[in-house]
C-alpha cells in the first residue's frame, strides 16, 4: 500500500510535442505529490508538486493533474524541448508535523526530447 | 539559503572494505535526514531517515547503517562492503512539516 507505480518506463517525444508520464498510488492518507527531475550523474530536483485540494498545478510548461477518485495523478510537458530530456520521478508522502515527510518514489521514467 | 553537501562524488571500494559517505546540510536546523539508493534503472529506495540527532530509523534490512552525530551531519556506512551495495547513493534533507526534500549531487559507489 506504500507503493507508487509510474508509467512508462521511457518515453521518446518529438521536439515541440507533450510528454504525459503517470503515477498511481494506493493509500489514500498521502497528501502531498511531488515530481522530481533528474539529470545523469545529478540529484533529483523538485519540479512541481500538487496537494490534493485542487485537480491541476500550472508551473510554466509543467502541469499536474490529480485525479483524487481515481488515486492518479500526471505530469504533462507541453511544448517539450531536448533540454526536458532526464529521467522524472514522481513521489507521495503525508504532510504535518509529527510525520517524518519520507517521500515514497514512482521507478522513474526516462525522457528523451529528440530535436 | 540552505545547502547540501555530499562526498565523494564517485567511489571504487573492493569487496569487504569498509564505507563511510558523509552528508553536511547548511543553513537550517534541525533537519529531516535521508539516505536514498538508486540502483541503475531503478526508482530511489528509502534507506534511512533520521528526525534528530541519534535518531535513525531503517526502512529496508541491508549492509549498511547509518549515524546522525550532529544536527547537520548524516553518515552512510558499512563495516564490509557487497558487490551488491554498488549504486547511486543520495542524501537529502527536508523540513519537518513541508515534505519537499534537497537532494545532494549524489555518490557513485562500484563494489568491485
Known amino acids: 500500500q506504500q507503493q507508487v507505480k509510474q508509467s512508462p518506463q521511457s518515453l521518446i517525444v518529438q521536439k515541440g510535442g507533450i510528454s504525459i508520464i503517470n503515477c498511481a498510488y494506493e493509500?489514500?492518507?498521502?497528501?502531498?505529490f511531488p515530481w522530481y527531475q533528474q539529470f545523469p550523474g545529478k540529484g533529483p530536483a523538485l519540479l512541481i508538486a500538487i496537494r490534493p485540494d485542487v485537480s491541476e498545478k500550472k508551473e510554466g510548461r509543467f502541469t499536474i493533474s490529480f485525479n483524487k477518485s481515481a488515486k492518479q495523478f500526471s505530469l504533462h510537458i507541453m511544448d517539450s524541448q531536448p533540454g526536458d530530456s532526464a529521467t522524472y520521478f514522481c513521489a507521495a508522502s503525508i504532510e504535518g508535523s509529527g510525520n517524518t515527510g519520507k517521500l515514497i518514489f514512482g521507478q522513474g521514467t526516462t525522457l528523451q526530447v529528440k530535436p | 539559503s540552505q545547502t547540501i553537501h555530499q562526498w565523494p562524488a564517485t567511489l571504487v571500494q573492493p569487496v569487504g572494505s569498509p564505507l563511510s559517505l558523509e552528508c553536511t546540510v547548511e543553513?537550517?536546523?534541525?533537519?529531516?535526514l535521508y539516505w536514498y539508493r538508486q540502483a541503475a534503472g531503478r526508482g530511489l529506495q528509502l534507506l534511512f531517515y533520521s528526525v534528530g540527532i541519534g535518531q535513525i530509523s531503517s526502512e529496508v534490512p541491508q549492509n549498511l547503517s547509518a549515524s546522525r552525530p550532529q544536527d547537520r551531519q548524516f553518515i552512510l556506512s558499512s563495516k564490509k562492503l557487497l558487490l551488491s551495495d554498488s549504486g547511486f547513493y543520495l542524501c537529502?534533507?527536508?523540513?519537518?512539516?513541508?515534505?519537499?526534500?534537497?537532494f545532494g549531487q549524489g555518490t557513485r559507489l562500484t563494489v568491485v
Open positions: 493509500n489514500t492518507a498521502f497528501d502531498y
Open positions: 537529502a534533507w527536508g523540513r519537518d512539516i513541508n515534505t519537499e526534500a534537497f
Open positions: 543553513g537550517t536546523s534541525n533537519p529531516n
